[in-house]
């Protein structure tokens, strides 16, 4: 089970930090983050490896902006998000993929959290 958070209204400029927590071990899980916008499709945000430390993929548009980490330890993933805009505003969701390779495909993952809303105001 995967339990996002750390959503809220903010303006546009400013940063928020998700949590993913997770109820058991996210090791050799791919974690990813995803994000869908009132009458859109969901998309792809942002994906983290497990077998080599630093394998990050990311949306175009979060690149430089956004940072995905992971703590296996606490079996926790995170999504820093810095100089947001008001296209961000989403309800953004964790996921986890059991097997195979990065992916930024909704189909490729396995678990899903529940969703915390980011509103990103102009």
């Known amino acids: 089970q995967l339990q996002a958070s750390g959503g809220g209204l903010v303006q546009a400029g400013d940063s928020l930090s998700l949590s993913c927590s997770a109820s058991?071990?996210?090791?050799?899980?791919?974690m990813g983050w995803f994000r869908q916008a009132p009458g859109k499709e969901r998309e792809f945000v942002a994906a983290?490896?497990?077998?080599?430390?630093?394998?990050?993929f990311y949306l175009d548009s979060a690149t430089d902006r956004f940072t995905i980490s992971r703590d296996n330890a606490k079996n926790t993933v995170y999504l820093q998000m810095d100089s947001l805009r008001p296209e961000d505003t989403a309800v953004y969701y964790c996921?986890?993929?059991?097997?195979?390779?990065?992916?930024?495909?909704?189909?490729?993952?396995?678990?899903w959290g529940q969703g915390t809303l980011v509103t990103v105001s102009s």
């Open positions: 996921a986890a993929r059991r097997a195979g390779i990065m992916s930024r495909d909704v189909e490729d993952y396995d678990y």
């Open positions: 058991g071990g996210i090791f050799k899980y791919i």
């Open positions: 983290v490896g497990w077998w080599k430390v630093g394998i990050t």
